[in-house]
Structure formats: structure tokens, C-alpha cells
């Protein structure tokens, strides 16, 4: 459904209670809303459900919450397609334990919609508060090489293309990367990206060096023909760079450009969203 935004920028709508949704803003002409001080899509999206009769409040204040791609062409919503990522639950073969309650290299960081966005062109300082730099997946110190991570989703998607997003290659989390410089810069070289459908292989994808967002928005897999999967895996195949001198596998953020095939169940969505928020 669509409703009308006040000057104030406040707006009423019903929607279905005890179902996923997501807000996107579009103008006048009906056009997505994306051109604002942070430099992306304008839009206040949410993994929010609610109760029948329950009022729900969104302020729109969570960096990163985009449907679209984080890259700054932002065309995909235009077509009909959506970061289907965050809707899959996520396992790794390992993680840094940092032994902090913050938890930050856990893989879900990974479909967190959230990564090291770039100064957009003639946008604010480098060091601006709309600047993201939540961390990203890391696997386990002095483990590289044949480390992965895997998406799987509840119910079937049609993806027509899968960005990687790689850590910044010098600095990024806590500074760590290219340290020491002598080993150089840090990348993830190599991989192998694996499609799966009820448990049977569809296509494998030999992936190259994983950029960061602020090289030209990540490393993007466009596929041949739109694909029905529920399941990805990434395996790291080379690296380069360390991380405080250990060998690491660390990717930022995936995104998955597709759509749902079906709808998911509500107990299926609360068992993807909200693992340490139950509500009954």
C-alpha cells in the first residue's frame, strides 16, 4: 500500500499484522527517493512485525537499512529486485572471538546490510557521522585459506546477482588490515561460489579479488539467467594482506539481487530476525 508523507516527514499506514515489511520513499512521480545528505537511497526499511492492533514507530535511524544495492548506482528496486541477503540465516566455517559483547566478527555481520560506505562525490567530509564502519565477518586468526561461509534462506530465490563486498584494505575494522604493511594491502584474492537448490549443486562461480565499497561498490557476480537457489556458499581460495599479522578470510557484505519465490512463514521470520528479541 502507499501513504502520504506530511512536511514533518511523519506518515500513518495499516498494514498485516504478524508479517515481514519493508518502507521505501519515492517522490512525487513515484520515482525512489535518493538524493539526501547521506549520500544514498532514501528510504527507512525494517525487519519490524507486529501484533494485531499493535501501533509500531519507525524512525528510520538504522545506517544501512537499504532494499537496494549499496553500491551508488541504485537502479535494482526500479526493476523489481531487492537485497534478498538478509532474509537467509547465516553460518561460517569459524570467527575471530573477541571476547567482547559486541560479538563483531560474527558471520551474521555479513547480511547486516551494513558495511564501510564510501563518500559519495561532493558529499560531506571523509569523517562525516552518516559514515558506516560496523565490522564485518573475520574467520579464526591464522585461518585463511578454505575458510567459508553459507547463506541458506526458508523458502526458494530468484537471484540474478551476488555482490561481495571486501573489508577496507588498509585500517578498516580496528585498523587491522594491511598491518604490517609489509605483507601489503589486505584482499580476499580468490574464492569459490557455490548456488545450491533443495541440496543439489546448480552452478559453481570462480570469484577473483573481492574489492572494497569504495572501489567501485564491491565485487559483483552477475549471473547468466535469473536462479532459483536456497542455498550459497563462499569458500576463500587466496588472500593477501594480513590482519595485525594473522592470516584471516574477511568479507564485509554480500548482497544477493533477487526476489522471494514464495512467502515466508512468521514463524520461519522470527526465527530469522529475532534469535535474542523473542516476543511472545
Avoid at 585461518?143 to 588498509?170: A, K, Q
Wanted: aromatic share 10%; with cysteine; net charge negative.
Amino acid at each position: 500500500g502507499t501513504a502520504p508523507v506530511s512536511l514533518a516527514g511523519e506518515f500513518t499506514i495499516q498494514v498485516p499484522a504478524d508479517l515481514m515489511g519493508f518502507i521505501v520513499l519515492r517522490d512525487a512521480q513515484g520515482q525512489v527517493v535518493r538524493s539526501w545528505t547521506r549520500g544514498y537511497i532514501s528510504i527507512a526499511q525494517g525487519s519490524a512485525w507486529g501484533r494485531p492492533g499493535e501501533t509500531v514507530t519507525c524512525v528510520g535511524c538504522h545506517m544501512g537499512h537499504v532494499s537496494d544495492t549499496l553500491d551508488d548506482v541504485m537502479l535494482t528496486s526500479l526493476q523489481g529486485l531487492t537485497n534478498v541477503a538478509p532474509y537467509a540465516s547465516v553460518i561460517a566455517s569459524s570467527h575471530h572471538e573477541e571476547g567482547n559483547q559486541y560479538n563483531p566478527f560474527v558471520p551474521w555481520r555479513l547480511n547486516d546490510r551494513r558495511g564501510w560506505v564510501p563518500v559519495p562525490a561532493g558529499g560531506p567530509e571523509p569523517d562525516g557521522p552518516y559514515q558506516d564502519d560496523t565490522t564485518g565477518w573475520m574467520s579464526a586468526l591464522d585461518s585463511d585459506v578454505g575458510e567459508w561461509f553459507e547463506l541458506s534462506w526458508p523458502n526458494e530465490m530468484t537471484v540474478e546477482s551476488i555482490r561481495l563486498v571486501g573489508p577496507p584494505p588498509l585500517g578498516g575494522d580496528w585498523d587491522g588490515f594491511g598491518e604490517p604493511a609489509q605483507f601489503g594491502d589486505y584482499y580476499v584474492d580468490g574464492g569459490t561460489l557455490e548456488l545450491f537448490r533443495d541440496g543439489n549443486l546448480v552452478e559453481t562461480i570462480a570469484v577473483g579479488r573481492i574489492e572494497p565499497l569504495a572501489n567501485g561498490g564491491g565485487t559483483l557476480i552477475t549471473l547468466s539467467a535469473p536462479t532459483t537457489i536456497d542455498q550459497l556458499r563462499f569458500t576463500v581460495t587466496a588472500t593477501t594482506g594480513r590482519w595485525y599479522w594473522s592470516r584471516v578470510a574477511a568479507i564485509n557484505e554480500i548482497e544477493v539481487l533477487g526476489y522471494a519465490n514464495g512467502v515466508t512463514p512468521p514463524f520461519e521470520i522470527r526465527s530469522l530476525f529475532l534469535p535474542i528479541a523473542p516476543k511472545d
